[in-house]
């Protein structure tokens, strides 16, 4: 590419080389000089030449500058659509992360529900163990006290029995000993 300086001082020299030519043809015409005439149509060809590859060049400039501003344009759009690509996974990924989190909130919730659900029925079936338990003293509780009863009573008959006999040998006793004094009396 060529900055405008340059642009400007090869149109200058295009010019004075141009109008050089010129002369120089319209000289070797007037003079009759044809090599001076051909080489001001050379020297007037080469500036149009000249002239041509400028137009040339500043069209090829500007289309360069275009092209880098429109490469500048798509870098930027990229450079945007990349931001948003970002922000968008950035996005997903927090939405992902409080998804995760909300989860596992409930999951620890479940969890504790299920714990306190667990000791409830432990501790039920612990009341009602000893509920049991109680229960099954105070029948142990009772039956000994009937066997005690039946206990103390089968004592007081065996003891009753025991002094009805008692009774019936001292009675048969003292029969004994009537009959064996009325034996040794007679």
């Known amino acids: 590419m060529t900055d ?8 200058r ?4 080389a141009s109008i050089s030519g010129k002369v120089k043809e ?9 090599s001076l ?6 020297q007037q060809a080469e500036a149009n030449e000249r002239r041509e590859a400028n137009a040339k060049e500043a069209v090829a400039d500007a289309e360069a500058r275009r092209a880098e501003e429109k490469l500048r344009a798509e870098n930027e759009r990229a ?37 306190r659900t667990g000791e409830v029925a432990a501790e039920q079936k612990a009341a009602a ?24 009573r089968e004592k007081q008959r065996l003891a009753a029995e025991a002094a009805v006999a008692e009774a019936e040998a001292a009675e048969a006793q003292r029969k004994a000993d009537r009959l064996e004094n009325e034996f040794d009396r007679s």
């Open 4 to 11: 405008g300086k340059d642009t400007a001082a090869q149109a």
């Open 13 to 16: 020299d295009g010019l004075v």
């Open 26 to 34: 319209v000289g070797g015409a007037l003079l009759g000089s044809d």
């Open 37 to 42: 005439a051909r080489e001001g149509q050379l």
């Open 79 to 115: 450079r945007e659509e990349k931001q948003d690509v970002a922000a968008q996974e950035a996005a997903r990924v927090a939405a992902a992360e409080q998804v995760a989190a909300q989860q596992q909130r409930q999951a620890d919730a479940e969890a504790e529900i299920r714990a």
């Open 129 to 152: 163990e000893v509920r049991d338990a109680r229960v099954d003293a105070l029948n142990a509780q009772a039956e000994a006290a009937v066997q005690e009863q039946q206990g103390e």
